[in-house]
RNA sequence: GGUGGGGUUCCCGAGCGGUCAAAGGGAACAGACUGUAAAUCUGUCGGCGAUGCCUUCGGAGGUUCAAAUCCUCCCCCCACCA
């Protein structure tokens, strides 16, 4: 029901593709996961996630919980239907609002003991109901609940919510193999913080889990990004060369191709949809701010050789028009625009690993960058 | 014609003798955003050869050590009454 299979190995380098196989389709890897929270990748409909490319995208468990909860959901048999998405979809544990929403929260062996950020009201989320959660939401990829620690943290602290995310995947597992589910496939996290000994063994814990695919969780949480790159090169080869490799958070274009180098096979961010709603526009030769005044007369399209259908219809202008009158459409136009490069780098990136030229793909990204 | 209320930095709008280049909005300009409490947040926003100087609060005079703030006249606007 779920599988991974390599298909293409750089020679050069880490990087490879690979086929994710799911109820709901295939997923071609490496992939970016376009971020839906609530039930909705903001601005956009279902067809228009489909015109940028999405192969799959993530749903929240937290959020959803508390707001419509599974009750809602539940009736329309999980997220697919009730959001009218037919392709996979990979829901977050709740793990990260430990981290983003920590001044509401405490963590207990038990779980995260939390007061929601929309009424007060007190929840408990533990491994289990975070598995029951997402079993209900019905996605294709459920991630073991964790424990994402700030940046800067030291040893002690990072230790100990290794051990706790470690303990927790145990018990995720447990409730997942007692649902049966096996169509539901399970990821474990790999926590540790900056300390590269710490994720070999947390790393080594979950692989003994043999769960059907893993994370690395707790990068992008502030740390400089060399040394991001650094715990990210560290961790990743620790993982399973067998299933799918996913780095939680991350990140700009130029990270995805970076950890793609690395053997990473998913990705997901909110970068170019929330980017997007803030005038912040990728391309090719790097990003521009729509709401400067050097575009107010600009009859170009973002990106004189991008094809999505931003670029194929409005000029720059238009769209720091409707920026500057906050009309609704440019959030929607924009968010297309984004989605579409980074689905169309990722296509790229996936192209060159199987024609083998991933390096000289990288460098002239990298070269195309600087004549922006 | 009468009575009352007003004219403030791009706009709206506080201020009503010194701590005022003048609150607060808006607009404008720039920046940030990495498992979404984000269609959000931050900074700048009279001019300079700037820990100081110059110009500015409808116009012109005046009082005072000191005026956007007080007085006189003038020019506009608004409301109500004729």
């Given at each position: 029901m779920f599988s991974f299979q390599l298909t293409a190995r750089s020679t050069d380098c880490l990087a490879r593709t690979g086929r994710i196989k799911t109820r709901h389709g295939e997923i071609q890897t490496p992939i970016f996961m376009p971020v839906g929270?609530?039930?909705?990748?903001?601005?956009?409909a279902p067809e228009d996630l489909k015109a940028c490319g999405a192969q799959i995208i993530l749903g929240n468990t937290y959020h959803l919980y508390l707001r419509p909860g599974c009750e809602v959901i539940g009736p329309f048999g999980g997220l697919h239907r009730f959001m009218h998405w037919d392709r996979p979809i990979l829901t977050d544990s709740g793990g990260f609002q430990v981290f983003s929403l920590a001044k509401l929260s405490k963590i207990t062996e038990d779980g995260f003991a939390f007061q929601s950020h929309i009424d007060g009201s007190r929840h408990l989320l533990t491994p289990e109901s975070s598995v029951a959660v997402q079993l209900c939401l019905d996605s294709d990829i459920l991630m073991c609940l964790d424990e994402c620690i700030p940046y800067p943290a030291d040893q002690m602290r990072a230790e100990r919510a290794m051990a706790l995310t470690g303990r927790w995947a145990e018990r995720c597992r447990s409730a997942w193999q007692e649902a049966d589910r096996p169509q539901n496939a399970l990821f474990g996290i790999v926590q540790g913080g900056m300390f590269e000994a710490l994720r070999r063994r947390s790393a080594q814990a979950l692989a003994d889990l043999d769960l059907p695919g893993y994370a690395v969780g707790g990068?992008?949480?502030?740390?400089p990004k060399e040394l991001m790159l650094q715990i990210a090169a560290a961790t990743l080869?620790?993982?399973?060369?067998a299933k799918p490799r996913y780095v939680m958070g991350v990140g700009t274009p130029a990270d995805l191709v970076e950890m793609t180098a690395m053997g990473a096979d998913m990705f997901d961010c909110v970068m170019p949809t929330r980017n997007a709603r803030n005038g912040q526009l990728f391309t090719r030769r790097g990003t521009l701010n729509?709401?400067?005044?050097?575009?107010?007369?600009?009859?170009?399209?973002?990106?004189?050789q991008c094809g999505c259908y931003t670029c194929r219809h409005y000029s720059r202008a238009y769209l720091r028009h409707l920026y500057m009158a906050k009309e609704i459409l440019v959030y929607r136009l924009n968010t297309i625009h984004n989605l579409h490069y980074y689905l169309d780098l990722m296509e790229g990136m996936r192209t060159a690993i199987a024609e083998d030229r991933f390096q000289a793909f990288r460098r002239s990204f990298y070269a195309e960058l600087k004549t922006g």
């Open positions: 929270t609530r039930a909705s990748v903001k601005a956009l990068l992008s949480v502030g740390e080869p620790l993982l399973p060369e729509i709401a400067n005044a050097r575009f107010r007369q600009d009859t170009a399209p973002i990106d004189e």
